[in-house]
């Protein structure tokens, strides 16, 4: 991809990092980790674009010179602060109203993580998540809509938002046009990644910025919805660090 400002963007549950039994254990795979390195010296941008909170992102993998944008792109890291996005602040009080309302079984394996801005329930370590995954949508559902939130479905997780229309893709919107990128490769696993995907493959079809969107895919839990909207696939973090190791041989430093 020959062009004078390319971005890297990157989700990282599950595409930078292996998924791990709770989102506090999840590590970069060090791979990726020297791959970003790398493309630090040889890209316009690198940033990380995830469900987690800013603050917590940037802990999982902390660089000077990396962007991040956390809560589906409702909070960023901006000059050593988080930056939360105006329209989702008001419904804060909202959440933490919902959320006291809701608690999981105990010992069931499922939990809560609170984000702030957004919250995700986990079900992850259940005995049998196809019936816990019902069982949520029941409880959560009739919850989210008594106090106004948007609920969303993930990776063996429910998203619960505040009904504000921003998403990842919005977010990769911002970082493109700030960033005056005209070329952009962005990598994702799951269903919230989908956004970006999609509006890059709108600025391709505009013939506005080349773009290329990597779907990380996995045989335990395939995502059809993934496949269709990416354009290549890599198998798990470890096919991601090859490729973005391939992509920093490739390009001459800045």
Same mark, same amino acid.
């Given at each position: ?46 940033? +990380? #674009?995830?469900?987690? &909170?800013? $603050?917590?992102? %940037? ?6 010179? !990396? ?57 992850? +370590? #259940?005995?049998?998540? &196809?019936? $816990?995954?019902? %069982? ?6 009739? !919850? ?111």
């Amino acid at each position: 991809m020959a062009v004078p400002r390319l971005g890297i963007i990157s989700d990282f549950d599950g595409t930078l990092s292996e998924f791990a039994d709770s989102a506090q254990e999840a590590l970069i795979v060090e791979d990726n980790a020297q791959a970003l390195d790398l493309l630090a010296q040889r890209v316009a941008l690198v940033a +990380l #674009v995830s469900g987690r &909170a800013a $603050a917590d992102l %940037r802990e999982c993998f902390e660089r000077p010179w !990396l962007m991040y944008y956390g809560n589906h792109g409702l909070d960023r890291w901006n000059n050593g602060e988080v930056q939360i996005v105006p329209a989702a602040q008001e419904w804060g009080q909202a959440l933490t109203q919902m959320l006291a309302e809701f608690t999981p079984p105990p010992n069931s394996g499922i939990y809560v993580e609170n984000k702030g801005v957004t919250a995700t329930v986990h079900y992850r +370590l #259940v005995d049998d998540p &196809a019936t $816990a995954r019902i %069982r949520l949508l029941e409880q959560l559902q009739p !919850l989210c809509v008594r106090y106004g939130l948007v609920l969303s479905e993930g990776r063996y997780i429910w998203e619960i938002k505040p009904p504000v229309s921003l998403s990842k893709g919005t977010a990769v919107e911002t970082l493109v046009n700030q960033n005056r990128l005209n070329g952009v490769i962005f990598l994702g696993d799951d269903v919230t990644d989908l956004s970006a995907m999609a509006y890059l493959r709108a600025l391709r079809r505009d013939k506005r910025v080349q773009t290329l969107s990597v779907g990380v895919v996995y045989p335990d839990h395939e995502l059809p919805t993934l496949r269709d909207t990416c354009d290549i696939t890599a198998h798990g973090p470890h096919d991601v660090a090859r490729l973005l190791h391939w992509i920093a041989e490739e390009l001459a430093p800045l």
